[in-house]
């Protein structure tokens, strides 16, 4: 299993601003993915990072809004750009393999407020 | 589309079991998976069942697997109130992609 760790925990923006959030594992993972969690909803996937290339953004999600890197297989940061309050939401990090015999394990979230 | 739906909200008092009940479309599906979320936590991996398989027990945990309704169901037996949680069920997709439900919240009353 793989442990995962996000930072900030929480923040709270003013709307206009930027936020990149940090997610670190603790052991080297091929994928790594970042979602979106508001309040009551399911997960809504953003995008999935692999080393040494763009992410893949899902529908509804662009790179502009949410540029992502991937330097290495430990870590990933993915940045919410010129937020709006629609943006306040909890972003969670998740990290696993491509083989579908692997699961996905989580990082504890971001919970991000805009004003 | 893939889609995976469950129930919203789920009571049950302490010591009785729990029965979390979940759907999905994509019969491509290989891996199905339930995991826990505890206020303020990120999402902890409690039990998968692989497609081929119509049951899988660990402990307290009872998975049971219909694959021809596409109907997946988690028992939690003796139901503790530490288990008030909200459970997501998830599918891995033929593409590799795991899609979520909403989630279930489960209450347990003392």
């Known amino acids: 299993s793989a442990v995962i760790s996000q930072k900030p925990s929480r923040d709270i923006c003013q709307r206009g601003t930027s936020l990149t959030i940090q997610c670190q594992v603790d052991s080297q993972v091929t994928m790594m993915f970042w979602y979106r969690q508001q309040p009551g909803q399911s997960l809504t996937l953003i995008a999935t990072?692999?080393?040494?290339?763009?992410?893949?953004?899902e529908s509804g999600f662009v790179i502009d809004k949410f540029p992502i890197s991937r330097p290495n297989l430990t870590f990933s940061t993915l940045t919410v750009s010129n937020m709006s309050p629609e943006d306040s939401s909890i972003y969670l990090c998740s990290g696993g393999e491509a083989a579908s015999t692997d699961t996905q394990y989580f990082g504890p979230g971001t919970r991000l407020t805009v004003l | 589309g893939e889609d995976v739906e469950q129930s919203l909200f789920l009571s049950v008092r302490e010591g009785d079991s729990s029965v979390i009940n979940c759907t999905y479309t994509?019969?491509?599906?290989?891996?199905l998976y339930w995991y826990k979320q505890e206020p303020g936590a990120g999402l902890q991996l409690l039990t998968y069942?692989?497609?081929?398989?119509d049951m899988k027990q660990d402990q307290r945990l009872t998975v049971l697997l219909n694959k021809k309704d596409k109907h997946l169901s988690l028992r939690i037996a003796d139901t503790q109130t530490g288990d008030s949680a909200i459970y997501f069920c998830?599918?891995?997709?033929?593409?590799?992609?795991?899609?979520f439900g909403a989630g279930t919240r489960l209450f347990v009353k003392a």
């Open positions: 069942i692989f497609s081929n398989m």
């Open positions: 998830a599918e891995k997709t033929g593409g590799f992609k795991t899609i």
């Open positions: 994509d019969s491509s599906s290989t891996y």
């Open positions: 990072a692999n080393q040494g290339s763009e992410a893949t953004y």
